[in-house]
């Protein structure tokens, strides 16, 4: 540059997007935004119409041909490689996570367990065997798979499980309950992790197998349209090739969370998004006092808070992506996204709320609905004190979680 030519100053000559203020579209390339133009097309036309009234009625209805669409989307297993996976970049996965949470966290939560959970540990930490036997019907949709890790009394805590699996001649006997499975009644393997002499292992139980029943558990506030089971294992005898060979103690189960929240890193802005899109709206026609709402400082303070958060989670989501990409994303900042995300996004949808008065608690729009999710969000993956003390114990090196 010529020594007498000024640095670039910030200058009002490109536009300004209130969809995109800080610009972030222009770090992703178009395999990205295809990916997301795809998806968002997708959902629009099959979920979008329906969605307020699914929820209403607590369901998600024909989750199997849901789950074959998405598969047909590429979105199911979709950072894996082979076995009939998209291969796709961590950043294409997470732009898929908000398109389909900005529709309803139970439509993401089909695709994390699906994908970063169930396949996941099969693709990590399963023979050739299992990984030919149950990824390709995954990756199309065919199979729905479910992860067991959370138990009635113990959630925080995994380390605490009492579900156990002991051997028999060849063959493995488990005995115990799972609790708050996504996807467990729709399931056709579950991925359940048991405490044996040898330490926790995984198993990949076929859900017909005698011994096996899946409860949809019923009467929730939140997630209600998502598939939400108790998982009981009455004695389940499995063959010895049933355990995932790869996984042996606790880190397994723990490792697989990593690509989970990191989805719901992307997922909880999806949902953001959709609260600040309807409550901009709503601010520039609603007239009170004779003029729009939107007009009032208070509301426009409100509406500036909520743009910053969101488009500020959506640059640290993308940077974790990035991360993970190049194979450097560590769990604990793993965890500060999440902390951050879930968090921002849930004072997003209320703030969005209150923009909407009365309004606000109505079906007929969608905060209410995304805001009463993300409450699930903000527990399942680790609840927020959880991943506090995760970054706590990396900050001080002292280990709070047992007092
Ligand atoms: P700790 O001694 O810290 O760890 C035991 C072993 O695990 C390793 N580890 C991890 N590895 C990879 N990623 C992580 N995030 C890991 N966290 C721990 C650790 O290095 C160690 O390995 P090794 O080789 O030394 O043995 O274990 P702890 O018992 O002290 O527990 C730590 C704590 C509290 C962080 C952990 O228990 C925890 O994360 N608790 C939260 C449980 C949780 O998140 N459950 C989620 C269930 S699945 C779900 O909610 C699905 S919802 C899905 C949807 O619908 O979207
Ligand atoms: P608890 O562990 O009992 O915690 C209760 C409260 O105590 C929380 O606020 C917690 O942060 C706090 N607390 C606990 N220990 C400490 C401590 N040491 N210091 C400070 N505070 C503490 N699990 C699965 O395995 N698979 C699934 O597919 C799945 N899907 C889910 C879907 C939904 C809709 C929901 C709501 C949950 C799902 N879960 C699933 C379970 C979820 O992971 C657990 O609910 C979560 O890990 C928290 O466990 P808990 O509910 O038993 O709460």
Known sequence: MAADTPPPSPSSSSRFDPGDPLGLDELLDASD?????TVREWGEKRV????????????????????????????LGMTLEGYGCAGASAVQYGLVCMELEALDSGVRSLVSVQ??????????FGSEEQKRRWLPGMATGEIIGCFGLTEPDHGSDPAAMRTRAERDGGDWLLT?????????SVAGVAVIWARTDEGVRGFLVPTDAPGFAAVPIAHKGSLRASVTSELVLDGVRLPS????PGAAGLGAPLGCLGYARYGI??????????????????ARTREQFGRPIGGFQLTQAKLADMAVELHKGLLLAWHLGRR?????????????????????????????RTILGANGISYAYPVMRHMANLESVLTYEGTTEMHQLVLGKALTGLDAFRG
């Open 265 to 282: 890193v992307w997922g909880a802005m999806g949902a953001a998004r959709s609260c600040f899109d309807t409550a901009l709206d709503y």
């Open 241 to 244: 090739d049933a355990v995932l």
């Open 176 to 184: 115990g309950r799972k609790m708050w499975i996504t996807n467990g």
């Open 115 to 124: 994908g970063s959970l169930a396949m996941y540990a099969i693709h990590r």
């Open 324 to 352: 993970l990409d190049a194979g450097k994303l560590r769990p604990e900042q793993v965890s500060l996204g999440k902390l951050n995300n879930v968090r921002e996004a849930l004072e997003i949808c209320r703030t969005a």
């Open 33 to 37: 935004l295809a990916m997301r133009r």
């Open 48 to 75: 979008a119409p329906h969605i307020a009234d699914w929820y209403e009625r607590g369901e998600l209805p024909d989750v199997r041909a849901l789950a074959r669409e998405l598969g047909a989307l590429g979105a």
